[in-house]
């Protein structure tokens, strides 16, 4: 396994790890079990097969939904939002 990302939130990590998993990585959270128990000091490593390692990556930094500002859960206007 090849440690990806090293997070210290845990809100972060959740999302990544969910949309790595969406899209096919066999991902995983290591050290999520120790961020309860001293938050200040934790961080959790994302982590997916070696194998997938430069795949995850890739798409880490391209995917559209990861990037900043995007916002995927807004709804496309349509012809009768749009103003004239």
Known sequence: MTTIRTLSN?????FLLSVLQGHGFDAVLLDEGS???????????LQV???QASSALT???T???L??????????????TRNA
Do not use: C, K, V, W
């Open 10 to 14: 845990q809100g972060e990590a959740a």
């Open 67 to 80: 990037q900043p500002g995007s916002d995927s859960t807004d709804p496309e206007p349509n012809d009768n």
């Open 35 to 45: 961020f309860h128990y001293n938050a200040i000091m934790s961080s959790m490593r």
């Open 63 to 65: 995917a559209p939904e």
């Open 49 to 51: 097969p070696d194998d």
């Open 59 to 61: 798409f880490l930094t």
